[in-house]
């Protein structure tokens, strides 16, 4: 019998039999793609939903970002956190743009702003930081740093789906949002992603930009490309939108079980809920202080994986360590998000995750700090490096 895997998160899909007799409709339709009847309809509901101007539908989150930096026409540097998935970054590579990496706070993991300003050069255009796991960037001291030097606003919030702040949707902040619905957010059409925008004007400059930049059968506006969503995603997604509260219920239900077990185990850190926000829950990072908890981030990762759980490094390494970025001057003096990246492991997040898991993901992590057979036990490790600071004279 092959050995049970519990991995970092379960894509939620809509009920099969709900799912049918829009196949169903599109199967007699003969429409499959090119905005269709349900793609109108999934960026209407998605407006309403979020409580945001304009939604644009793409094939998936990456190649939104790309098109949001083409679509405000962005050049020369743009600030960004070394600390994400490889796609925030590589959009600014295939847009020839220089990446430029400012460092992170420690609080939420996110684009430190009291940085942003000695970065700014005159070749900088725009800030393109990312709401980690979910949680806001301090988007008012962003947007008074992009004011004052006359820089664009891009947030990569592929992860802020359903996040609000102080009453209203994340997604609202910056000259544009991206997020993503591949099959691992929290919520997904298998592919697929969305650029949220305030005007209208706009969102017909996106339009274009993700098919071909075609404006009529003979007129071809702007160089654009092929990232258009198609019927069956969208179609999926309409019936995503249905389910999402409860999908957040149980999430946060996994969430606050975790928070409780894991609370008071020395050299475990989680993040707390920030003020103001109501929060997706979308992944459940913690971060292994290897000092207090006398075993480091990765034997918790091995030891996990020994019991059938795949935790994620979400994200190790920066990617400004990767060949292609780690040249960059930028890509030097990261010491916060390089701290951050070697202590963070994310945890199992989904809403059928079984209490027994999250109760033995738990234990797991409790027993290893208790009991530590092979490395020094976590007082001795605390004393020599109190030693190690402070020599005595003789
Ligand atoms: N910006 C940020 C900040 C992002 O995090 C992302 C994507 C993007 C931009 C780009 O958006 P997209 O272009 O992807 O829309 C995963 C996802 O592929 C990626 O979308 C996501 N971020 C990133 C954080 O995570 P991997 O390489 O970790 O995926 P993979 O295949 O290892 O899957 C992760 C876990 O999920 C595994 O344990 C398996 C499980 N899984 C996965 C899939 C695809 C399933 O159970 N079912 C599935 O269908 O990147």
Redesign the pocket.
Known sequence: MEKR?I?????QLPPLNEFIPLLADIWDSRWLTNNGKYHQEFEKALANYLGVPYVVL?A??????MAALQCLRIKGEVITTPY?????TH?LWWNDIKPVFVDIEPDYCNLDPERIEAAITPATTAILP???YGNPCEVDKIQDMADYYGLKVIY????AFGVRLKGSSVLNYGDLS????????VFNT????AIICHDIKTKKRLDYLKNFGIANETTVVAPGINAKMNELQAAYGLLQLKYFDTVIDGRKHITEKYKKGLKNIPGVRYLDEPQEVDYNYSYFPIFIEESEFGRSRDDLFEELKKNGI?G?R??YPLISEFPTYRGLPSAKGLDIAYEVSRQIICLPLYPDLADEIVDLIISIISEMVQVDSNKVPVKVLKTYKEKRKFPKEK
Do not use: M, Q
């Open positions: 895997k991995l970092v998160t379960r894509p793409f998936n989150g990456t190649l939104a970002l994400s998935f490889v796609a925030t959009s990312v709401h980690v990569d919030a592929a992860h991206i997020v993503s619905f591949h099959a691992t957010k298998i592919e697929g992603g795949y994620r979400y994200f």
